[in-house]
């Protein structure tokens, strides 16, 4: 019985890990496929005086797409690194609050000068595993890379795959 009690757990454990690598790589296969990527309307948060912001406006720079939450310390984390960033002409931050029916958007939004966007919808779309995850798309807004989860060193890690030849 102990026998099957340790291969059952070893079977949960290689179940649960390959569970993870799939959503995470299903993540990525979907943003890059994602047809409407960067011409689907998303209403800006941030009470600027755009309306909505297609991805695509933002052609000629990096961008770095995050979706957070303001539940999240770990949004919070990756988004304090983000704010390396701010300033550099080369790159946008795009703040995609996945938000609570509960959340309302003003209360949250961190002190960041970065563009805030309710992300909910595209969250769903691309079936995003978790929070905080981000996507980097080129200065042609092709798909570059996609990660889950807060690392730290993440601005480090952005650099390196816009740099990357």
């Known amino acids: 019985m102990g026998i099957g009690a340790v291969i059952t757990m070893i079977f949960i454990v ?3 890990f390959n569970f993870k690598d799939e959503q995470e790589a299903n993540f990525r296969e979907n943003t890059q496929n994602f047809e ?16 909505s912001l297609r991805l ?3 052609s000629g ?3 770095v797409v995050v979706f957070w939450s303001s539940w999240s310390d770990k949004s919070t984390e990756l988004m304090n690194e983000l704010d390396l ?5 080369n790159f946008e931050v795009v703040a995609a609050l996945v938000r609570d029916v ?15 966007i309710d992300g909910t919808r595209l969250f769903n779309e691309l079936k995003v595993p978790g929070i905080p995850s981000y996507f980097l798309l080129d200065k042609n807004g092709g ?4 990660f889950v ?17």
């Open 14 to 16: 290689f179940a649960s």
């Open 36 to 51: 409407e990527l960067g011409t689907m309307n998303h209403p800006i948060i941030d009470g600027s005086s755009a309306d």
């Open 56 to 58: 695509s406006q933002l």
């Open 61 to 63: 720079k990096q961008v």
């Open 85 to 89: 960033f701010v300033g550099d002409d």
């Open 102 to 116: 509960t959340d309302e958007a003003s209360n949250v939004l961190p002190n960041h000068d970065f563009i805030y």
């Open 143 to 146: 798909f570059v890379e996609s």
């Open 149 to 165: 989860g807060y690392r730290k060193g993440a601005a480090e890690i952005i650099n390196l795959n816009f740099n990357d030849p």
